[in-house]
């Protein structure tokens, strides 16, 4: 009985030693993958840098609404972090034009009386989003198609306008009253801003856009 336990031990070992010796990758081909990486992704910086605006601008909405995420990721650095603002305006436009999931993080800072905090808990109870002890409040946002005849990103329902770009930023309409935001250097939009019924105008608002 021990000899055989023992002899299916030294099975398994063997067979998890020879799938490990199969996954593993020589020095080799990690630098080949690597090298692939770096081609591919020049290439694709290549379209994005064409010097012709409406190829590039072409390439940037094709990529941003593939649905691959990696493409994604490429277009959206490549946008946010250009100097130039009207190709930054591009990316955030292809980007909501995406109907993307984006996530809201609210720091309310103080709330003067019960009302104001009853509010500001219901704004974000509407998403099915939480608040912290600390007034620190978190929802997820599903946008809904770009509508081009308003030049913005509709409500999950198809419905109201909810994201709208612009030179200035971008404005959000979670709850009826449009605010405005603006990217950071870390690929934030991010703004104080005031939420219907708290009788405050100093809560500070982020919108991660780089995942």
Same mark, same amino acid.
Not at 60 to 82: F, N, P, R, T
């Given at each position: ?20 010796? %199969? ?8 630098? %080949? ?24 601008? %072409? ?88 509508? $081009? ?58 919108? $991660?856009?780089?995942?």
């Amino acid at each position: 009985m021990m000899r055989s336990l023992a002899t299916g031990c030294g099975l398994l070992v063997l067979v998890w030693s020879a799938a490990a010796a %199969a996954q593993s990758l020589t020095v080799e081909e990690i630098r %080949a993958r690597v090298d692939q990486n770096l081609r591919d992704l020049s290439a694709y910086h290549e379209l994005l840098a064409d010097p012709d605006p409406a190829r590039s601008s %072409a390439a940037m909405k094709v990529m941003l609404e593939s649905g691959d995420v990696d493409l994604q990721k490429i277009a959206l650095d490549y946008g946010l972090y250009s100097p130039n603002p009207a190709v930054k305006r591009k990316a955030l436009e292809g980007f909501f034009a995406s109907e993307p999931r984006v996530e809201v993080f609210v720091n309310a800072g103080r709330l003067h009386t019960s009302g104001n905090r009853d509010n500001y808990l219901r704004a974000f109870a509407q998403y099915g989003g939480s608040v912290d002890a600390e007034l620190k409040g978190y929802f997820t946002w599903k946008l809904g198609k770009f509508d $081009p005849e308003q030049n913005c990103a509709l409500d999950s329902e198809g419905k109201e306008c909810a994201v709208r770009v612009t030179d200035s930023g971008v404005s959000l309409r979670p709850w009826g009253e449009w605010l405005l935001l603006a990217p950071d250097e870390e690929g934030n939009l991010t703004g104080t801003v005031s939420i219907v019924g708290t009788n405050s105008s100093n809560h500070r608002m982020s919108v $991660p856009i780089r995942q």
